[in-house]
């Protein structure tokens, strides 16, 4: 079907303003290409964790990586024991085309303190901060939430890893861009990492630097490795931590802000960039490169923008034409939610989608 697809046409007809793709557009995609090339056969590796009602949403954050993801793609899908057999019937009817394969692991924390971890925050969550210590011989990985959508190929995400400085063991987006309405400067009761403190919905981690690392601590003038830091961390700050696993790793890079890499907002774009306004300067310039409905936006009438590209997602069927089945359904959605302050910026949610399906076309006359 894509076959009989002009280039020039889409190219002419789909072409994103001018401003989406100058120069930096440019250097960005030659960074990109050179870091492929020096790692051609590289496999990404893609964590996740779901609990709950979370079946279907996981799914969906799957399917968005699925559609635009070059490299191959290992996922990882830590889950409760009751949901496996339902994972294993949809992830096995998927067209993969051969470039994913998938892990499904139970729920499981340290033994002596399992019961502490489990009600942390919400049921499982902070099952992401003892992957570096499960997955032992995964060198990186790129961690997300359930609520997590892809608008452009997970290799472009993973590149970052070959930005890290040689102190940088880990990559997040800080929690707000925007600090009269942030959560950690105005409330937080411990340290937290730079101005605003940073999300963990999106985490990108060299696990081998993780493992190796010894961290600069609060409790004792010796440094702990990761494994032996994260519960004295809970126990110290467990009556003064609101957002669990998220505010231990606030702390930890408080006290080594050289560890970490920050990428900016539109890699985790969530409503409070755009509920009180814009504020993701980066997502109006360029589009949301991944998308996170946090606090249940998909599944309520509170933000339509967002449940309208989640619902575009979960219904779309693999193998139809992206613009028609996809992109123009999509964007009339969105133009009913313009009385919403994240509707009046609607066009953010598809820039970056409209040039990664002119890409991945693209990508397919090419053979």
Known sequence: RCKNLSVSFWNSYWMLPSDVCGMNCFWEAAFRYGYMKTHPSEKMHLAVVA??????????????????SIKPLQFHIFAEDQLHESFKDILDDLPYEGKVNYTLYPITFPTESAAEWKKLFKPCASQ?????LILKDVDSLLYVDTDILFLRPVD?????????????????????????????????????????????????MNMTRIR?????????????????????????YKLNITWGDQDLLNIMFFHNPESLYVFPCQWNYR????????????????????LHGNRGVYHDDK??????????????????????????????????????????????????LTKSIRDLYARRSKG
């Open 51 to 68: 609990c709950g009602e979370r079946l279907e949403e996981t799914v969906t954050m799957l399917r968005s990586a699925v559609i635009f």
């Open 128 to 132: 992401r901060l003892f992957l570096p």
């Open 156 to 204: 472009d995400i993973w590149s970052f890893l070959g930005k890290f400085n040689s102190t940088q063991i880990a990559a997040m987006a800080p929690e707000h861009e925007e600090p009269r309405i942030g959560w950690y400067n105005r409330f937080a009761r411990h340290p937290y990492y730079g101005v605003t403190g940073i999300n963990s919905g999106v985490m990108l």
């Open 212 to 236: 190796r690392k010894y961290f600069k601590n609060d409790m004792t003038p010796v440094r702990l490795q990761w494994g032996e830091i994260l519960m004295p961390l809970l126990k110290k």
């Open 271 to 290: 409503p409070d960039h755009c509920i009180y306004g814009s504020n993701c300067k980066e997502a109006e310039e360029e589009g949301i490169f991944i």
């Open 303 to 352: 933000q339509p923008t967002f449940r309208a590209v989640y619902e575009a997602i979960k219904n779309y069927s693999f193998g139809d034409d992206l613009v028609r089945s996809l992109l123009q359904p999509l964007e009339l959605e969105l133009r009913k939610t313009m009385h919403t302050y994240c509707g009046k910026v609607y066009k953010v949610f598809i820039k970056q």
